[in-house]
């Protein structure tokens, strides 16, 4: 009998235990007036400098925000509006961007390794100088981005929109570029050595000083 009460009685105390432990969690904390907890809608927000790794912000809408500096690492984004925001300097470690909108967003020196992007909205974004180290961007559009000087070795864009990107100087040494589409694109001393690909388009593409990109396309 002593084994089944002690059951008994850690079973009436297990709903308390869970309570205090769940204590003072279940309310999203606010900066400067943004509730940031999913769905969440600040527009033009001033989240500058603010820690936000490790938060589930899918589907929240940071359009014209400025989130310069801030620290999104293995945070979830998915889905969200980053439309004109400011990401210059973040660092996102394995950010989650998936299906996510950053039209028109600088993102300048920010540290982007393991970004997960597929699908990601990206036209006229500017990368100038980020370290995309290992991201995924399979199927993605880049039209018109600039990713000048952007450090991307081991990447992903296979099947990916980036007519007319800027990627002057980047390294895309063993990146995945099958079946991107790169015409009009700025490849100018870029480096593509060991980068795979297979059935992409250069139509119309400057290739002047670039490393291993494919001349005779």
């Known amino acids: 009998m002593r084994p089944i009460a002690k059951a008994s009685l850690l079973l009436a105390f297990t709903p308390v235990f869970a309570a205090d432990y769940m204590a003072g969690l279940e309310q999203a904390p606010v900066i400067n007036g943004c509730r940031l ?8 927000a001033d989240l500058q400098g603010v820690d936000l ?3 589930d912000l899918r589907s929240a809408n ?4 400025n989130l310069s500096g801030a620290n999104l690492s293995h945070t979830s984004l998915r889905g969200a509006n980053l439309d004109g925001a400011n990401l210059d300097n973040v660092t996102g470690y394995r950010l989650q961007v998936y299906r996510a909108s950053m039209r028109g967003a600088s993102l300048k020196s920010a540290q982007l390794q393991g970004m997960q992007g597929e699908y990601l909205f990206a036209q006229g974004a500017d990368f100038a100088g980020a370290d995309l180290t290992g991201a995924n961007f399979d199927f993605s559009r880049f039209s018109g981005a600039t990713l000048v000087g952007a450090n991307m070795p081991y990447s992903s864009f296979e099947i990916s929109w980036m007519p007319k990107a800027n990627l002057e100087g980047a390294n895309l040494r063993g990146a995945n570029l099958q079946e ?3 015409g009009l694109a700025n490849l100018a001393d870029a480096d593509l050595t060991g980068s795979r690909i297979h ?7 400057y290739m002047e000083g670039c490393t291993a990109c494919p001349f005779d396309w």
């Open 37 to 44: 907890e999913q769905e969440t809608s600040c527009p033009g």
């Open 53 to 55: 790794s490790n938060m």
């Open 199 to 205: 059935y992409a388009t250069f139509e119309g593409t």
């Open 62 to 65: 940071f359009r014209d925000a």
């Open 180 to 182: 991107a589409k790169l």
